[in-house]
Antibody
């Protein structure tokens, strides 16, 4: 059974940092591009970042570029999102999704507030 | 960046109705368009990929069409479990962009 599980969310002050993890099982992570998508409370979906199977191609959405870094460890079956210089507007549920978005995790809530 | 719009923003419909949602891209994206269904408190669920291909396990009442800049998602006969919010996503070029969503409500 394919599973993706995000972790690392929580409450952080503006300007702070968090590192999200996405642990995958049930498929070969090294074969797939992975994506991060977020959803602010009561709002729509926002694409955050994607990382190709061997980390050759990495892309970011404009609102996080320069502050967030996506990485992966295929041997550890995990994908990461390092979030720095967090802002109130980064408050959202963060989802990881595999490949062409066929599988998603349940999400982890990040709250940025003083 | 490619901008995505959806219409309508919301609609009210009855069980058994045929519903069509439209997604427009600010430039041609060929058929690099996905459709998702999302219910409150849940992760999105992929319905359609490459504009018209139904994801495995998705009921056949869902269909997608279009290419270039205009795309449609059609639900042939609404079931009670179809009341949700629907999003399109272009994965033609980064940054990928979602449409703002269409909320399908019970009339």
């Amino acid at each position: 059974e394919v599973q993706l599980v995000e972790s690392g969310g929580g409450l952080v002050k503006p300007g702070g940092s968090l590192r999200l993890s996405c642990a995958v099982s049930g498929f070969t992570l090294s074969s797939y591009t992975m994506n991060w998508v977020r959803q602010a409370p009561g709002k729509g979906l926002e694409w955050v970042a994607s990382i190709s199977s061997t980390s050759t191609y990495i892309y970011y959405g404009g609102s996080v570029k320069g502050r967030f870094t996506v990485s992966r460890d295929n041997a550890q079956n995990s994908v990461f999102l390092q979030m720095n210089s967090l802002r109130v507007e980064d408050t959202a549920v963060y989802y990881c999704a595999s490949g062409v978005y066929g599988y998603w995790g349940p999400g982890t809530l990040v709250t940025v507030s003083s | 960046d490619i901008q995505m719009t959806q219409s309508p923003a919301s609609l009210s419909a009855s069980v058994g109705d045929r519903v069509t949602i439209t997604c427009r891209a600010s430039q041609s994206i060929d058929t690099n368009l996905l459709w998702f269904q999302q219910k409150p408190g849940k992760a999105p669920n992929l319905l359609i990929f490459s504009a018209s291909n139904v994801q495995t396990g998705v009921p056949s009442r869902f269909s997608g069409g279009g290419s270039g800049t205009v795309f449609t998602l059609t639900i042939s006969r609404l079931h009670p479990e179809d009341f949700a919010t629907y999003y399109c996503l272009q994965n033609y070029s980064p940054p990928q962009t979602f449409g703002p969503g269409t909320r399908v409500e019970i009339k």
